[in-house]
């Protein structure tokens, strides 16, 4: 009786559920720490996302059945369908209809393997919610989903517009000229952990199927044929973004006699 009445040996796993109960998640310690997670496993995901770009370019292999298997469940996993993604950005081809007659018979079929891949991942993920919970997808891949996108759009932004990039319409637009219209960025230590997409862009643009781990020696041996032609800029990334989003307004026709180039502007 001197456990006030309790004569059975407490139950450890019970004690140690209440105690996890007890956890103070929700405290600062613990919100900073999911929000470091959300920020490193985004930067990470943002490496598997050109991992699986380099796939649409049959860049990782030189077998294009596991270009194809490693693209899609890359892709796929990041809500990117990989086969659209993986067949040329053509003008004025932008639409949803699989059954358009500017899709062949195999691409159609790819259509609908993108599909079905991406509607796996949002099956598993609704799993998951109902194992764990909403908040705890969220964090887990919620967070970091949104930092991908949003390195990616950050990524396309800076490595396409600068105030010495051109821009050309029909008359003088040829593809190297459209090749050459970016310039290479230094992200720093994000440099690794994105594959050098970032400082090796211009020779991305030009030798596509180059992969990543050869894309600084190539650029090397391509700067002296490029000459000022190569573009670089060592800008620190926030400093670059801030200028090129408040100088890049507009894009304005060349001065001189060639009337089929335009570059960026910021005042009317």
């Known amino acids: 009786m001197g456990a006030s009445g309790r004569m059975a040996a407490p139950n450890g796993k019970k004690t140690e559920t209440e105690a996890l109960r007890r956890a103070p998640h929700e405290k600062p310690p613990f919100t900073i720490g999911w929000a470091a997670y959300i920020a490193v496993q985004g930067c990470v995901l943002t490496g598997a996302w050109v991992v699986g770009h380099e796939c649409d370019h049959d860049a990782f292999s030189n077998y294009g059945w596991i270009n194809d298997l490693v693209g899609l469940i890359v892709h796929s996993s990041l809500m990117v369908p990989y086969f659209s993604s993986r067949h040329k950005y053509e003008r004025w081809t932008s639409h949803y209809?699989?059954?358009?007659?500017?899709?062949?018979?195999?691409?159609?079929?790819?259509?609908?393997?993108?599909?079905?891949?991406?509607?796996?991942?949002?099956?598993?993920?609704?799993?998951?919610?109902?194992?764990?919970?909403?908040?705890?997808?969220?964090?887990?891949?919620?967070?970091?989903?949104?930092?991908?996108n949003g390195w990616f759009t950050l990524i396309t932004i800076l490595n396409h517009t600068h105030p010495s990039?051109?821009?050309?319409?029909?008359?003088?637009?040829?593809?190297?000229?459209?090749?050459?219209?970016?310039?290479?960025?230094?992200?720093?230590?994000?440099?690794?952990?994105?594959?050098?997409?970032?400082?090796?862009?211009?020779?991305?643009?030009?030798?596509?199927?180059?992969?990543?781990?050869?894309?600084?020696?190539?650029?090397?041996?391509?700067?002296?044929?490029?000459?000022?032609?190569?573009?670089?800029?060592?800008?620190?990334?926030?400093?670059?973004?801030?200028?090129?989003?408040?100088?890049?307004?507009?894009?304005?026709?060349?001065?001189?006699?060639?009337?089929?180039?335009?570059?960026?502007?910021?005042?009317?």
Request: include cysteine; charge should be negative.
């Open 97 to 148: 209809d699989p059954h358009s007659p500017l899709y062949s018979q195999r691409e159609r079929k790819e259509i609908i393997i993108s599909d079905v891949a991406i509607l796996a991942v949002i099956y598993g993920l609704y799993r998951l919610v109902l194992l764990k919970d909403f908040a705890w997808v969220l964090c887990v891949y919620g967070g970091p989903l949104l930092v991908v």
């Open 165 to 268: 990039v051109p821009y050309y319409d029909s008359t003088e637009w040829d593809w190297l000229r459209g090749a050459l219209c970016t310039v290479d960025r230094d992200y720093g230590i994000l440099n690794k952990v994105f594959h050098n997409v970032c400082n090796a862009h211009v020779c991305h643009h030009i030798f596509s199927m180059i992969p990543h781990y050869h894309g600084l020696e190539a650029t090397e041996a391509m700067k002296p044929l490029l000459g000022d032609y190569y573009q670089y800029d060592g800008t620190p990334i926030l400093k670059a973004m801030y200028r090129e989003m408040k100088e890049c307004i507009y894009v304005e026709k060349d001065e001189g006699e060639t009337k089929g180039v335009y570059w960026y502007r910021k005042e009317i």
